[in-house]
């Protein structure tokens, strides 16, 4: 960093192009420096007047130059301010509203990173670095800026400074870096600009200090907007750190000592100073340095206009006797006050006080006990100013208040004098402070015309909330690495996955899982495949990975009690070697979930769970244990992972079973239905249990994850004589259908208990207590009218209803139309050869041979209400 | 487009007392205010504000209108309130920004299209405006979704209101104030209720107190989002009612690109773009029960993600605001409705984030329940007593859409 | 039959996870250690089997790497072959876990930076050290990580060890 | 983010915990003998206050505990957070 007292290294020159034209720049340069040097005055035009726009500042309170950048990165609209100048860049004016491109390409990729330090400090100007140095241990001080130091001229205390935390090993400094947010218990997120790949670092600070400044702010007169009009500070910056003078014959308009500070450094970096306007407190000793150097003061007096063709020519002046006077002036600059940058401080509900002296809002009482905000962001050292806030004149409708908004004072005064009172409601009446700048220049006037129009002191009110984050940040920043099919959630896959996309199966997106939706030979579509399988099944054998359903072990002494009270059917009797279907309620008395327990030993059961309901099981079953009962002694565990899981399910099931060879006898006597066995199957430990989901005689074969996709494999080989076919979810659906065993999450919706499934029978009715019992007694869980699950056939058996089809009585034609139910589940059942389906319906059991109607679009298909079950309803199967 | 008025409402000094005070100067506070006076004849009424008029969720939500809710009970007081939406401009002759520019619901796997069509056939059995698209053609009507299957989870189609859309919602608080105000409402901002009187300990209620003293009222509403525990627990009320930081967003000012309102449950993005140009964005609840109207940051970066996911050009937009409002949730995510244990209170509260598109129905069903003394048709499954008949609206229960 | 062969769940990423010692410059190593033996046990007596008590530090039991996991539960961890690795105390609850989670280590210097993409731990050398355990997040993958000396091991369930490859990589990129 | 701090493994991001409303809610001794209005008040009806309260957290991604955390609804300050079934500490003002 050239410290010459100028931030740009004059050795090395930049290409750049703005509006199609070609330009060099220096390294250390803004955009805005680069344009200033090169004397482009017109950056852009106002977004609704059209009017020109030029740069009136040095930082991001920038609410005149706004910019797209297209080269070597792409931004729709920034201010040229808060563009660092690298060699190539593309830039042209916006009028504050951007373009965006026609997809994600170029968009600006970023790395996220957790940071964990002792003490953050957001803002490595002067107050910034002292704070840095007084930290210990870990400590991390990030700049907006692509320099430290601030705003203030480089000094060797700056150098010093710098140069003695550079050493620090535990110290580190960060420029480009912007604090978009300080949130709760010490979380800040930093957004660091740095190319190709920017970085998010989410900071975890025992300590935050801010240290982030303050801007200076305007005053209103007419045609303020020019360019040429510029805030003093940001000129002098210009001077010193750029290197560039941004006029050559300026006017000063202050209303505090560091506008004349501001006016000495132009003139000793060769601008000429026309005139001096100083409506400030008495400040001698300044005037009298300005005056020893040849510049002329006038005190009292000030701006009451502007002129010129697009960029200022003249400043029109007016003295305190009413006199008017106008100034040859290719600059203007002003300095009304000054604005503590306490977006951060006010974002974590830091408050503020208006201080009379200064003529601005201050930080006042304290944050939470982790934050501590110092120097002029702390209202330290700010200058005295007497409050300057707008030119009086009759027509104040080209005073301008916000430049990105092309609001006024006039607009300001109208609002109030429409009633508006409060600085909120003109905000949103006048749009001002809702640019990219959120006001930084704007707010605290809009406030002062509020406050006066209505009376009132200049404290009354304060400016309007600006928000997170500190300055815009792209989506794509934000989204960092959780993008595209792989990354924005994770994808679940089972030890069989990768046979099933070998055979091209499409899958269906189950929560976090893919599962095979079904196994498409040569070109068959989903019912030819769902057709063959379904029918492979009950005809001869299939398979389907069954991996996903949830497995969680419960082990203690107290294991059976704790299942009774979790499920409504009573587990605590099942003996070892025996299954049980089980249903799960909500403490709401619906339907939660369901699946299967074996009980493996006296105190080791295996509850299964659906796909998608593993987690929310395992949370249920320890929420109630560690929180209502912890007395008893028992452990859930999930093994979901530990085991690979093949359902097979057909008459040849056995068969296929027994070339694969096993160390136990499987014939129906021995091993029956809702029974397990544990021992070898193909020479390895598994455990088989006899379970169906269709009805057919079924054996599901669990084995450790690592042997999942050799154990299929093995299957496939053993089954290849009778015709074994893999199936899906979709055909694993019919098939269950079929049979009205109903999926939790498609049949129920949360509003069903186990009554109205016609589940009655698992429901026990002893006075035991489980989760959801006493619900299931109140008033509208009795009505007999309630939503029952029933049956379907449609009257033209080819005929299919739409999932979700609602039914009524009569299609009367006459909206609205009362309805009595949903289709919950509907299919072509191959088996039958005909349409099916599942539905609730009001009072459905009462039902059973009625006609309904679902009035569709175009058509109403009729169907008749029968059981829900429609095939093999004797269970003549399931033994083979 | 009408011009601005020439005058919005007045400040009033609040009188001694009211034929009707209203806790809260929110959206729905105002319309029940307008309402009274317009369909009632019931002008002696005073509404109460905390802070400044319009400030609370009304300031802070993501103005999207709809009605296609899938319970009869939903769909009712919602078709209602769209219908008002219709001719509420002409209504209170004040330029709302109201735009039925259509709200899209995308729809991303088996699951979700099932009780999509749930609801869009009972959304057309109750007169609700309803369509289903298939990918193509949710490319056609907002092209620039992202239909692609190389996604996480493709958009497989989605549900269509033509019918809703999104109004400007600072102009609709003050524009039944206006309105309100100009049938001799008194809007008292900056008083905050402080406690209830009652006829005696446990009689009815019959006023607030307030930072400005005590105002005295026959009836006593309270509509106060985000607040309604703490006032009714003010008079020992206690209600099923949690609440919770909603964030949302504004981007940066961008030239149009997106046509209508496209809101995805599975990766839960719900984007509009306002007249200015900014992209006006929803996130998701936060977790945890809170007053503090701002949320965490994870819930924001989670929305960007999903948001360029569907959006692909969204990647280089940029976020300009985010802040957070205050919701009042339900167990079954549905509103209460209607008189309360207490003779004299009644309330209207627990809208979740569904209150700014019911705000014209929910004060026309308050103004005739306040009215007449008794829940009014639309209110009746609203009551309190709901919860302990187990008769529950559950529409997130029953996979219904959010906002 | 002849014998099934065991597939471990990143067997046939080997190749990406490979490469991630490329895209890094060899600053991070990553390998499957493939069939540990794992074994989740609860107890309320931890000192009958030495088990460790301080929360998020793991040591080692007659050979097994005995991982905190929480107030009464604990992850054993042992090689294959080690015939006494599976052996668990007198406790309320043993559940064989081995094919419930896929085991990375990771070494080299860029390892902790790496992580801290993903993880919101302090990974910091003065509060991370060999010893040390957590259960956590990495990036969208529920972890346990463990450090063995120079080693991170990371556990992650066999369903997500995809992503997690997929997001190293992308994360190391 | 707030920063939780789990009573066994100290202080973690949010992300890692589950939320579980109010805390010290015990289930009914027997809830056949309640009226369906003192269900629902069980069941439904909870406090929501302004200001320090103790809520229930679940540490899903670490040790899988539930526990109770005194936290401000205000200004989110957490002042002290226990184990389940213990009662709040003095220095938490719940």
């Not at chain 1, 815009?472 to 792989?486: E, I, M, N, T, Y």
């Not at chain 3, 998020?56 to 097994?64: A, E, F, L, P, Q």
Request: net charge negative; proline share 6%.
């Amino acid at each position: 960093m050239d410290v010459g007292g100028s931030g740009v290294d004059r050795d090395s020159s930049l290409g750049f192009t703005f509006d199609g034209t070609d330009y060099l720049g220096l390294a250390g340069d803004t955009l805005a420096s680069a344009l200033l040097a090169n004397g482009v005055d017109v950056v852009g035009a106002s977004p609704i007047l059209g009017r020109p726009r030029g740069v009136v500042s040095a930082g991001v309170e920038e609410a005149g130059a706004m910019v797209e950048v297209g080269a070597p990165w792409l931004d729709p609209i920034v201010p040229a301010t808060a563009v660092e100048l690298v060699d190539g860049l593309v830039a042209m004016g916006r009028p504050g509203v951007g373009v965006l491109p026609a997809d994600a390409t170029g968009a600006q990729a970023a790395d996220h990173r957790h940071l964990h330090v002792e003490t953050l400090v957001v803002g490595g100007g002067i107050a910034g670095l002292r704070a840095a140095r007084e930290a210990t241990g870990r400590v991390l001080v990030v700049d907006e800026r692509h320099h430290v130091g601030g705003i203030s001229p480089w000094s060797t205390e700056i150098e010093d400074l710098t140069a003695e935390l550079v050493t620090r090993d535990e110290t580190a400094l960060i420029t480009r870096a912007t604090a978009l947010g300080v949130y709760d218990d010490g979380y800040v997120v930093i957004y660091e600009r740095a190319q190709p790949v920017a970085r998010v670092h989410h900071v975890r600070a025992a300590r935050v200090v801010l240290a982030t400044g303050a801007h200076e702010r305007p005053i209103a007169f007419a045609d303020n907007d020019r360019p040429g009009v510029m805030l003093a500070s940001a000129a002098r910056t210009y001077v010193e750190w750029f290197g560039v003078r941004p006029g050559n014959r300026a006017v000063v308009f202050s209303n505090g000592r560091s506008g004349l500070e501001s006016a000495m450094a132009l003139h000793e970096a060769g601008v000429e100073i026309a005139v001096v306007l100083d409506v400030g407190p008495a400040s001698q000793p300044h005037r009298d340095r300005l005056r020893e150097a040849g510049v002329e003061v006038r005190e009292g007096w000030a701006v009451a206009g502007t002129e010129g063709e697009s960029r200022l020519s003249a400043v029109h002046v007016a003295g305190p006797g009413g006199e008017s006077e106008t100034f040859d002036a290719d600059l203007l600059l002003v300095a009304g006050g000054w604005n503590p940058a306490v977006q951060l401080w006010r974002g974590i509900n830091g408050g503020l006080r208006y201080d009379d002296a200064t003529a601005c809002f201050v930080p006042d009482g304290a944050g939470p006990p982790w934050l501590e905000i110092t120097g002029a962001a702390a209202g330290e050292g700010i200058d005295p100013v007497t409050p300057y806030w707008y030119a009086p004149a009759e027509d104040l409708s080209h005073h301008y208040v916000d430049l990105q908004r092309d609001s006024t004072v006039a607009d300001v005064l109208a609002a109030t004098d429409r009633r508006l009172r409060s600085t909120e409601h003109v905000k949103r009446e006048t749009y001002i402070g809702t640019a990219i700048d959120q006001g930084r220049t704007s707010g605290v006037l809009t406030a002062a015309i509020v406050n006066g129009a209505q009376g009132a002191g200049p404290g009354a009110q304060g400016p309007t909330n600006a928000r997170p984050p500190y300055t815009p940040v792209p989506f794509s920043v934000l989204a960092g690495l959780d993008r595209g099919p792989k990354l924005l959630d994770p994808i679940r896959t089972t030890p069989i996955h990768r046979w099933h996309q070998e055979r091209d199966a499409p899958f269906e997106n189950v929560g976090q899982w893919k599962r095979p939706w079904y196994f498409p030979l040569g070109n068959e579509d989903l019912p030819a495949a769902v057709h063959r399988e379904c029918l492979a099944v009950r005809n001869e054998v299939g398979v389907m990975d069954a991996s996903t359903l949830g497995k969680i072990e419960i082990v203690g002494p107290d294991a059976a009690r704790f299942l009774d009270r979790v499920y409504t059917d009573r587990m605590s009797t099942l003996s070892v070697g025996s299954i049980r279907y089980g249903l799960m309620l909500g403490l709401d008395g619906m339907v939660f979930d369901d699946g299967v327990v074996m009980r493996l030993a006296e105190n080791r059961f295996l509850a299964t769970t659906t796909t998608g309901g593993a987690a929310r099981v395992l949370d249920h079953m320890e929420e109630w244990l560690q929180t209502e009962w912890p007395d008893l002694r028992a452990h859930c565990t999930s093994v979901t992972e530990q085991w690979s899981t093949i359902a097979m399910n057909g008459p040849a099931s056995r068969r296929v079973l027994e070339a694969l060879g096993t160390s136990f006898p499987v014939d129906a006597p021995s091993f029956p239905f809702m029974t397990w066995r544990e021992g070898e199957v193909a020479g390895i430990a598994a455990r088989v249990a006899r379970v169906s989901f269709s009805g057919e005689l079924a054996y599901e074969i669990n084995v450790p994850g690592w042997y999942g996709v050799s154990t299929w494999e093995a299957l496939m080989d053993a089954g290849a004589a009778h015709g074994i076919t893999p199936y899906g979810t979709e055909s694993m659906h019919v098939l269950r259908a079929e049979k009205g065993f109903v999926i939790v999450g498609q049949d129920t919706d949360g509003t069903v208990t186990p009554h109205d499934l016609g589940m009655s029978w698992l429901v026990r009715k002893d006075d035991s207590d489980f989760i959801g019992k006493r619900s299931l007694r109140r008033s509208d869980t009795i009505r007999p009218d309630r939503k029952q699950l029933v049956g379907l056939l449609p009257v033209e058996p080819d005929q299919l209803l739409p999932e979700g089809a609602q039914l009524v009585e009569r299609d009367t034609g006459v909206i609205p139309m009362a309805m009595v139910g949903h289709v919950t589940s509907s299919y072509a059942s191959p088996i039958l050869g005909r349409t099916i389906a599942l539905a609730m319906v009001e009072s459905g059991r009462a039902r059973h041979g009625q006609m309904l109607h679902a009035p569709l679009l175009g058509a109403t298909i009729a169907a008749e209400v029968t059981a829900p079950i429609f095939y093999d309803a004797e269970g003549a199967r399931r033994d083979g | 487009m009408t011009e601005p008025p020439d005058r919005y409402w007045r400040a009033a000094e609040p009188k001694a007392a009211y034929e009707v005070v209203i806790v809260g100067a929110g959206g729905h506070g105002l319309a029940t205010a307008y309402y009274l006076a317009k369909n009632h004849g019931i002008t002696d009424v005073c509404v109460v504000e905390k802070g400044w008029l319009g400030g609370g969720n009304m300031a802070r939500n993501t103005t999207v209108i709809r009605s296609n809710y899938l319970w009869d009970e939903s769909a009712a007081i919602y078709e209602h309130s769209l219908k008002l939406w219709e001719g509420l401009e002409e209504a209170l002759e004040f330029d709302m920004q109201f735009s039925q520019r259509g709200v899209l619901n995308l729809v991303h796997d088996l699951g979700d299209r099932r009780s999509s069509m749930r609801r869009v056939n009972a959304n057309r059995l109750n007169g609700v405006d309803a369509e289903w698209l298939d990918a193509p053609d949710v490319k056609d009507f907002c092209p620039i979704v992202n239909v692609s299957s190389d996604v996480r989870y493709p958009v497989i189609g989605g549900t269509l209101q033509r019918r809703g859309g999104i109004a400007r919602h600072d102009k609709v608080a003050w524009g039944f104030a206006t309105a309100a105000d100009r049938l001799g409402v008194d809007i008292v901002e900056h008083a905050e209720v402080t406690g209830f009187t009652r006829e005696m300990a446990d009689g009815p209620v019959n006023g607030v107190e307030t930072s400005l003293g005590t105002i005295r009222a026959k009836k006593v509403a309270l509509v106060a989002a985000g607040h309604s525990s703490v006032l009714a627990s003010m008079v020992g009320l206690r209600l099923p009612i949690q609440s919770h930081p909603l964030q949302a967003l504004v981007s940066a000012l961008y030239q149009p690109v997106l046509n209508t309102v496209v809101m995805s449950n599975a990766v839960h993005v719900y984007v509009s773009q306002a007249d200015k140009g900014e992209l006006v964005m929803g996130a998701g609840i936060d977790a945890y029960n809170s007053y503090a109207q701002r949320g965490s940051f994870h819930v924001i970066e989670h929305q960007m993600a999903a948001a360029v996911e569907l959006f692909p050009m969204f990647a280089h937009a940029q976020v300009l605001r985010t802040w957070g409002g205050i919701v009042d949730v339900c167990p079954d995510a549905s509103p209460i409705i209607g008189l309360t244990p207490i003779p004299g209170l009644f309330i209207n509260c627990g809208w979740g984030t569904g209150g700014f598109k019911a705000t014209p129905a929910s004060g026309w069903v308050f103004a005739e329940t306040l009215a007449a003394g008794e829940a009014s048709d639309l209110a009746k499954p609203y009551a309190l007593d709901r919860f302990t008949t187990g008769a529950l609206i559950d529409e997130h229960g029953a996979a219904a859409v959010a906002h | 039959m002849a014998d099934l062969r065991m597939q471990s769940p990143v067997a046939d990423r080997a190749a990406d996870v490979a490469k991630i010692a490329e895209l890094t410059g060899g600053a991070v190593q990553i390998a499957e250690v493939a069939f540990l033996q794992q074994i989740d046990v609860r107890t309320r007596t931890p000192e009958s089997f030495r088990l460790p008590t301080d929360p998020n530090t793991w040591h080692d039991v007659d050979g097994s790497d005995a991982l905190w996991l929480g107030p009464d539960e604990w992850l054993l961890v042992a090689d294959p072959a080690a015939d006494h690795g599976a052996t668990a105390p007198d406790a309320e609850s043993v559940v064989d876990v081995g094919a419930n989670r896929a085991v990375l280590d990771l070494i080299g210097p860029g390892v902790r930076d790496l992580l801290s993409k993903g993880c919101s731990l302090d990974l910091h050398a003065m509060r991370w050290r060999d010893g040390a355990c957590a259960q956590t997040m990495l990036a969208k993958a529920p972890v346990i990580l463990q450090q063995r000396e120079e080693v991170t091991r990371v556990f992650v369930r066999p369903s997500f060890a995809d992503y997690l490859v997929d997001w190293l990589l992308a994360a190391c990129g | 983010m707030l920063l939780i701090p789990c009573p066994w493994c100290g202080p973690r991001d949010e992300t890692e915990f589950r939320y579980g409303g109010q805390a010290h809610l015990a289930y009914p001794a027997d809830p056949d003998a309640l009226t369906d209005a003192e269900w629902a008040d069980f069941l439904l009806m909870r406090d929501n206050p302004k200001g320090d309260w103790a809520e229930r957290w679940m540490h899903t991604a670490g040790c899988r505990r539930w526990f109770n955390v005194v936290r401000s609804t205000v200004d989110h300050r957490i002042s002290g957070s226990y184990p389940m079934g213990a009662q709040p500490p003095p220095e938490a003002g719940a």
